[in-house]
């Protein structure tokens, strides 16, 4: 056959090849649950914005939809202030203010003073759950430019307000010099905070201030002396994020990391080693079964003895002594496994070739001139290509749960979250078990395997005559 | 060849595997990053021949090839005599001293109830996946097709592709810190050194802080017993002589378990043998979840303390109990398989 009809040959053959497969419902399953993960890892950049290790919400907080089973009293999601407005001078006739917006969270306000007065920048925010959030976090940075002052200085300060209920203030508050920069970081975690407000100390302010649900505002206060100038503010970074108590599809970890983001790159993770440390199996055990099964006689012993002596020895052991010792970085453990996944694969083919060596199209080709290496290539190889498939569908599995139980144990590779380093994190914690960080990396793995174990017994059903039904 | 032909043969595999295991391991402990360098700077140490000093790293590296005996001074061993030393010392069990504890491993291990601890589990866990996987494997192998036979072989191919750690997890989340059934690990909640109630009153605290783990490993390999049950039943309930057991009026039962079970259980023997190096990796996996203080949670412990003289003891342990179980298996397939003798 030339080149040309090959091509549409082998696509024809593939497309065959499908439709069996997809007629079988078991393979059929797991080819949808693969394809499910394949996508899953390919967009994981379009399916969260968050990275797997950023802090997106509240600290072990559930994901958002257990307020759908649980009711929503007990229950707050993230929220964020609005943009940021200026209000004119509310308090004395004495300043006026212009301001230039620099994005959302950045303002320059300038100010021309009479005789001294109060500028107040805030934002707005209608906080619509009736449970506080667990954690709160802002900063501020004041810049004073152009400040043409006598002795006494303009005084800066941080402020929530239920509108129209009552303020807590100040959070922060500071003086300003011409020229430095004023700044601050406001967490609800830091015990100081109630105390300064007069509440006890420890107390999370947030508890207190979202107890209801209304019209809230977070603002700056600048406290102008009175006297005539002309000042200008720069205010940058001026915002204040809420994180609920719930978060996400998938809740967070103990750091408030987003689980779901650490789920969908996790799963890239997993694919990547699973393939690549099958690949690497199947290419030795490929290669030292046709070599022994071909050659035979010194090699075939020799070979045959190594993989027996291989094949003896406890895996997940010399696994675990091999990646302490060699080190644990994921290309580390992905080499490892595959060198550690070729015995079982080499003895198959190997008795295949046995059988195979004895054919008469083998002493065709040999009659006919042809060399040990383009017998195997050519006639050889692709009567056990069916047996590469199978191999390589049912020993991903082993691969992906091998990486998973070291990193588990501790030994995986501690920048890259793997599922596995996801349930070490999540039984580490000392926090007690958190359903929502242990089900998802463990389902993960679990599916994951069975779509390759359901493919890889179809694909096996397929090429194995003694496996086939009789009809 | 008979059959005392096939356990000579059998006997010199496996003492060829052991000395490949020790060989491996031997290799693998040098390859650690600083061990090639601690043993080059003791060798400078114009001292180290000193009995006091060299007596540390004697089990260790094994440095003294013998004794003067006349100033007690050392005479170095070379890197060949070294590895002599290090093999007898894993014939003969002698592995060192442990960096956490600083006590003989072997005290380490079986002293402290380790060994005991591990073996408890994994006969447990053992017997009953041996068990329900045999029983249930037959009996789907004879309902094959139903909704009775996918069913199984779906729930089996299931557990068997969760992982041991996570189902662990989840046990305990669910049994231990939600229903409050089960302790959520450790052996015995009696405090070591204090006087032990009577044997009979710590049965049922001891059956419920075994029962979770044990669950665990019984879960994860019925699967694999099933699975193979099923298959070669399959192939014996095909053979001939079972459509004349039938056709002789024997009751069902009496053809499953006489006839096709007792044909097809060779390479379930093999198997349960084969997969004893599955075992003890779960038994790892699982001692570490439950806390339960066996030689799996003491490895973790020991990689976690990179306390390699216990890793190294521990990994050629457990080798030579698969290749042990390997050789128990060979015998005994040796002895009720007539065939094999002549192979």
């Known amino acids: 056959?030339?080149?040309?009809?090959?091509?549409?040959?082998?696509?024809?053959?593939?497309?065959?090849?499908?439709?069996?497969?997809?007629?079988?419902?078991?393979?059929?399953?797991?080819?949808?649950?693969?394809?499910?993960?394949?996508?899953?890892?390919?967009?994981?950049?379009?399916?969260?914005?968050?990275?797997?290790?950023?802090?997106?919400?509240?600290?072990?907080?559930?994901?958002?939809?257990?307020?759908?089973?649980?009711?929503?009293?007990?229950y707050s999601q993230n929220a964020q202030f609005g943009s940021l407005t200026t209000y004119t001078n509310t308090s004395s006739l004495g300043v006026s203010v212009q301001s230039t917006s620099l994005g959302p969270n950045d303002v320059n306000v300038t100010v021309r003073s009479v005789a001294g007065g109060t500028v107040i920048v805030g934002k707005t925010?209608?906080?619509?759950?009736?449970?506080?959030?667990?954690?709160?976090?802002?900063?501020?940075?004041?810049t004073p430019s152009s400040l043409s002052l006598g002795s006494s200085q303009p005084q800066v300060a941080v402020f929530f307000d239920r509108i129209g209920v009552r303020e807590w203030g100040p959070l922060w508050n500071d003086t300003l010099k011409p020229g430095l920069t004023s700044q601050t970081t406001i967490r609800s975690t830091d015990p100081g905070l109630a105390a300064r407000l007069g509440y006890q100390s420890g107390t999370d302010l947030g508890q207190i201030v979202f107890s209801a649900k209304g019209a809230y505002r977070y603002f700056v206060m600048i406290n102008l002396p009175p006297g005539q100038f002309q000042a200008s503010f720069l205010i940058k970074q001026f915002s204040m994020s809420l994180y609920g108590n719930t978060y996400g599809l998938m809740g967070t970890d103990f750091t408030g990391a987003d689980i779901f983001s650490q789920f969908v790159y996790g799963t890239q993770l997993?694919?990547?080693?699973?393939?690549?440390a099958t690949i690497i199996g199947i290419g030795v055990g490929l290669i030292i079964g046709l070599l022994a099964g071909f050659l035979g006689k010194m090699v075939d012993e020799v070979l045959m003895r190594f993989t027996d002596m291989m094949l003896v020895i406890p895996s997940l052991p010399l696994l675990i002594v091999l990646a302490s010792v060699l080190g644990s970085s994921l290309w580390n453990i992905i080499l490892i496994l595959g060198f550690l996944g070729w015995m079982g694969f080499a003895r198959l083919v190997r008795s295949q070739v046995l059988s195979l060596r004895e054919r008469p199209f083998i002493e065709a080709a040999k009659a006919s001139g042809a060399g040990t290496s383009y017998i195997l290539a050519r006639h050889i190889f692709p009567n056990i290509v069916g047996l590469t498939y199978v191999n390589l569908a049912l020993s991903v599995p082993a691969?992906?749960?091998?990486?998973?139980?070291?990193?588990?144990?501790?030994?995986?590779?501690?920048?890259?979250?793997?599922w596995g380093k996801m349930l070490e994190s999540a039984r580490e914690s000392f926090t007690g078990l958190a359903w929502w960080w242990i089900i998802p990396p463990g389902l993960g793995i679990a599916m994951l395997s069975l779509s390759f174990i359901l493919i890889g017994y179809s694909l096996d059903e397929l090429f194995n005559p003694r496996l086939r039904r009789r009809r | 060849m008979g059959l005392r032909g096939y356990l000579l043969k059998r006997a010199f595999n496996t003492f060829?595997?052991?000395?490949?295991?020790?060989?491996?391991?031997?290799?693998?402990?040098?390859?650690?990053?600083?061990?090639?360098?601690?043993?080059?700077?003791?060798?400078?140490?114009?001292?180290?021949?000193?009995?006091?000093?060299?007596?540390?790293?004697?089990?260790?590296?094994?440095?003294?090839?013998?004794?003067?005996?006349?100033?007690?001074?050392?005479?170095?061993?070379?890197?060949?005599?070294?590895?002599?030393?290090?093999?007898?010392?894993?014939?003969?069990?002698?592995?060192?001293?442990?960096?956490?504890?600083?006590?003989?491993?072997?005290?380490?291990?079986?002293?402290?109830?380790?060994?005991?601890n591990t073996l408890l589990l994994l006969g447990v866990s053992t017997l009953f996946s041996l068990l329900i996987g045999i029983f249930i494997g037959v009996?789907?192998?004879?309902?094959?097709?139903?909704?009775?036979?996918?069913?199984?072989?779906?729930?089996?191919?299931?557990?068997?592709?969760?992982?041991?750690?996570?189902?662990?997890?989840?046990?305990?989340?669910?049994?231990?810190?939600?229903?409050?059934?089960?302790?959520?690990?450790?052996?015995?909640?009696?405090?070591?050194?204090?006087?032990?109630?009577?044997?009979?009153?710590?049965?049922?605290?001891?059956?419920?802080?075994?029962?979770?783990?044990?669950?665990?490993?019984?879960?994860?390999?019925?699967?694999?017993h099933l699975l193979l049950t099923?298959?070669?039943?399959?192939?014996?309930?095909?053979?001939?002589?079972?459509?004349?057991?039938?056709?002789?009026?024997?009751?069902?039962?009496?053809?499953?378990?006489?006839?096709?079970?007792?044909?097809?259980?060779?390479?379930i023997v093999t198997n349960a043998a084969l997969s004893f190096g599955g075992?003890?990796?779960?038994?790892?996996?699982?001692?570490?979840?439950?806390?339960?203080?066996?030689?799996?949670?003491?490895?973790?412990?020991?990689?976690?303390?990179?306390d390699f003289p216990v890793m190294q003891a521990m990994f050629y342990i457990i080798a030579l109990c698969v290749i042990v179980a390997n050789f128990i298996s060979d015998i005994f397939l040796g002895v009720i398989d007539p065939r094999i003798k002549y192979e």
């Open chain 1, 399 to 418: 691969a992906i749960v091998g990486e998973a139980a070291l990193s588990f144990l501790g030994l995986g590779d501690q920048t890259a979250i793997t």
């Open chain 1, 270 to 276: 997993s694919l990547m080693v699973g393939l690549i």
């Open chain 2, 139 to 224: 009996f789907v192998a004879s309902r094959r097709g139903t909704a009775f036979d996918t069913g199984w072989v779906t729930t089996s191919l299931v557990t068997y592709s969760l992982p041991t750690f996570w189902m662990g997890l989840i046990f305990i989340l669910v049994f231990a810190q939600d229903l409050h059934w089960f302790p959520p690990g450790g052996v015995t909640p009696f405090p070591t050194g204090a006087p032990l109630p009577p044997f009979l009153q710590q049965i049922p605290t001891r059956i419920a802080h075994l029962f979770l783990p044990a669950l665990v490993l019984t879960l994860y390999f019925y699967g694999g």
């Open chain 1, 125 to 142: 925010l209608d906080y619509s759950y009736s449970a506080p959030p667990s954690e709160m976090f802002g900063t501020l940075v004041v």
């Open chain 2, 16 to 116: 060829i595997l052991i000395l490949f295991v020790i060989t491996l391991n031997f290799a693998i402990f040098q390859l650690i990053p600083g061990t090639q360098g601690v043993i080059a700077n003791l060798l400078q140490n114009p001292r180290l021949t000193d009995k006091s000093i060299i007596g540390r790293y004697e089990n260790q590296f094994g440095l003294c090839a013998s004794y003067d005996p006349a100033t007690q001074h050392c005479v170095l061993a070379t890197a060949s005599q070294r590895f002599g030393k290090y093999f007898v010392n894993m014939l003969t069990f002698n592995f060192g001293v442990s960096y956490q504890s600083g006590h003989p491993i072997l005290d380490d291990m079986i002293g402290t109830g380790r060994l005991y």
């Open chain 2, 279 to 306: 075992l003890l990796g779960g038994a790892i996996i699982t001692e570490t979840v439950f806390n339960w203080d066996g030689l799996g949670h003491w490895i973790f412990s020991a990689i976690s303390y990179k």
């Open chain 2, 230 to 267: 099923r298959a070669t039943m399959l192939e014996s309930l095909s053979e001939d002589y079972i459509t004349t057991a039938r056709a002789k009026g024997l009751s069902n039962t009496k053809v499953l378990f006489k006839h096709a079970l007792k044909n097809a259980s060779l390479p």
């Open chain 1, 1 to 74: 056959m030339t080149l040309q009809k090959r091509v549409p040959f082998r696509l024809i053959r593939l497309k065959n090849f499908f439709l069996i497969l997809v007629k079988n419902r078991l393979a059929f399953a797991g080819l949808i649950l693969l394809l499910l993960f394949v996508f899953a890892a390919a967009a994981a950049p379009l399916l969260t914005s968050n990275y797997p290790t950023e802090k997106a919400g509240g600290k072990l907080a559930p994901p958002f939809w257990v307020s759908y089973i649980y009711g929503n009293a007990r």
